[in-house]
């Protein structure tokens, strides 16, 4: 929750910033010396918005020198990295771009997708029409060729590609 009204001092990108903390389940609090208190699952970052020009205040300039543990960030990418840990990141499904949490309290390190079942499907689907595109050009690529493009097994490449032949063309 935001506890002050958005000041137009405060740096045009913060409200996306904050919107992406929240909906990988941080608490936000707009704060003034610094601009963010972030909490997730009790730990406490302390963040401080600037757009790529933005320089530090004075005041900002003597905290960090006083060893507070201020992270700059200028956009969503940085701001996970900062509430990110030795057992926690961020990643952005491939499909949709949602951002979801992986390692402790998250999912395993190798996800590619957010939870929506639908996400992992499209994505393969692509796969599959772009695989069907290249097999049917005039003079396809070697089939190991096809699923280096497509980054998919050549296993899955040869089973798509078989059951895509229409009855008595093999
Ligand atoms: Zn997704």
């Known amino acids: 929750m935001s506890l002050l009204r958005h000041d137009a001092r405060r740096d045009a990108n913060e409200p996306e910033i904050v919107e992406a903390l929240e909906k990988v389940g941080c608490l936000v609090m707009r704060l003034g010396l610094i601009d963010l208190l972030v909490c997730l699952r009790g730990e406490l970052f302390l963040l401080e918005v600037k757009t790529l020009r933005g320089t530090r205040t004075k005041t900002q300039a003597k905290l960090l020198a006083e060893g507070w543990p201020i ?6 990418s940085e ?5 990110s840990t030795q057992s926690r990141s961020f990643r952005r499904c491939k499909t949709c771009d949602h951002t979801f949490e992986v390692g402790q309290g998250g999912y ?8 929506r079942a639908y996400c992992r499907l499209k994505h393969m689907r692509g796969r599959k029409k772009k695989v069907l595109e290249l097999a049917s050009l005039a003079s396809p690529p070697p089939v190991c060729d ?4 497509t980054k998919t097994k050549v296993t899955t490449v040869e089973a798509w590609m078989k059951s895509a032949i229409p009855f008595g063309h093999s």
């Open 146 to 149: 096809i699923a280096a493009q």
């Open 71 to 76: 992270s700059t960030v200028t956009n969503i």
């Open 79 to 83: 701001a996970l990295a900062a509430i």
């Open 108 to 115: 395993s390190e190798n996800r590619e997708f957010c939870s």
